[in-house]
């Protein structure tokens, strides 16, 4: 996770805490001047609504204030739904005062249909929540935290909508692949449903451990069974490393060197570049993997999670060193 989009992401978030506080107390001031209007023959609405309207923008400020100095992950549906707490009996209590007024049960099933909406922003900012505080302690070497958060997301499901439970899943699984605990990778991955992008990503990472589990046909189907509409270009670059993989495995060194030839690309996977600077080195040309491990590339398969469960990888990464080293 990039430091810029954590910023635009906390920037967001704190616009957010303001507008919810505004909208809020607006409202508040609203359903106060709908009472006083049908009981007391008042015509304050404009009144109270705007007297809402204002203090929302002062508390929003100072909940923006509070939020900037002390958010962390794991607090930030505290500071969104707390207005929403405010606002919701509020927009039920003015639905009841109009429908008694006019007779009619249409205010207050408006009020339910807001208040219903509400409800579902406060859901979503839950588990907005929930899912960033998994991901942040991840990216910040706590995997317990991590599995701990993102298993309640999991089993929140009357909190959590459906695309984000199925988001944890292919995080959980993709967490346990870094700790190198391929069944319980499987397990996970497995969870997440069979459509949109999340699954695609979920079902090349699956295609991956069942082949470095040595099920290489239950890894084949996994591979042929992907949408690269749904997946985009990312899913069909860590497609071709995994049947580059599988076909290293069942059909050997010549099969494999002459696929990674063909579909190599300059945004090839990690795991791609790494066999096939193996491939190379294996077959004698030395020059051509150095090259193909280039800086960047170099980097990336250093650094890659199968560095360690792929040999091949571990094994061309110590011999670049040691070439360049020398």
Not at 107 to 117: C, D, N, Q, R, T
Not at 186 to 197: I, N, Q, S, T
Not at 239 to 257: K, N, W
Request: aromatic share 4%.
């Amino acid at each position: 996770m990039s430091h810029n989009s954590e910023e635009r992401r906390t920037s967001r978030y704190l616009n957010s805490v303001w507008l919810f506080w505004v909208l809020a107390s607006g409202i508040v001031g609203l359903s106060v001047g709908v009472t006083r209007g049908l009981t007391m023959q008042e015509r304050s609405l404009p009144t109270w609504t705007l007297v809402g309207v204002g203090v929302g923008v002062v508390v929003g400020f100072l909940a923006m204030s509070i939020a900037g100095r002390r958010e962390r992950p794991g607090r930030r549906s505290v500071h969104l739904m707390a207005p929403i707490g405010l606002a919701l009996p509020a927009v039920c209590w003015a639905g009841v005062v109009v429908s008694l007024h006019v007779g009619s049960v249409l205010p207050a099933i408006g009020a339910v249909g807001l208040g219903l909406v509400l409800m579902n922003v406060a859901r979503r900012a839950y588990a907005e929540d929930i899912l960033h505080t998994g991901v942040h302690a991840w990216h910040a070497g706590r995997h317990r935290v991590a599995v701990q958060t993102l298993e309640a997301a999991v089993e929140a499901k009357a909190l959590v909508p459906a695309p984000m439970r199925a988001h944890a899943c292919f995080t959980l699984g993709l967490i346990a692949l870094a700790d190198e605990d391929l069944e319980r990778a499987e397990g996970w991955l497995l969870r997440v449903p069979g459509h949109g992008r999340t699954a695609q990503q979920a079902r090349v990472s699956l295609a991956l451990v069942q082949a470095l589990r040595g099920r290489i046909e239950s890894a084949q189907r996994s591979v042929s069974s992907l949408d690269f509409r749904e997946g985009g270009e990312t899913v069909r670059h860590k497609a071709d490393g995994v049947r580059l993989l599988i076909v290293l495995r069942e059909q050997g060194v010549q099969a494999a060197r002459d696929l990674a030839e063909r579909t190599l690309r300059d945004r090839s996977s990690a795991l791609q570049v790494g066999l096939t600077a193996w491939l190379r080195w294996r077959d004698g040309d030395v020059e051509e993997a150095l090259f193909l491990l280039e800086p960047n590339n170099m980097l990336r398969v250093r650094h890659s999670e199968l560095v360690h469960l792929v040999p091949e990888m571990g094994e061309v990464v110590a011999m670049a060193e040691a070439a360049r080293a020398g």
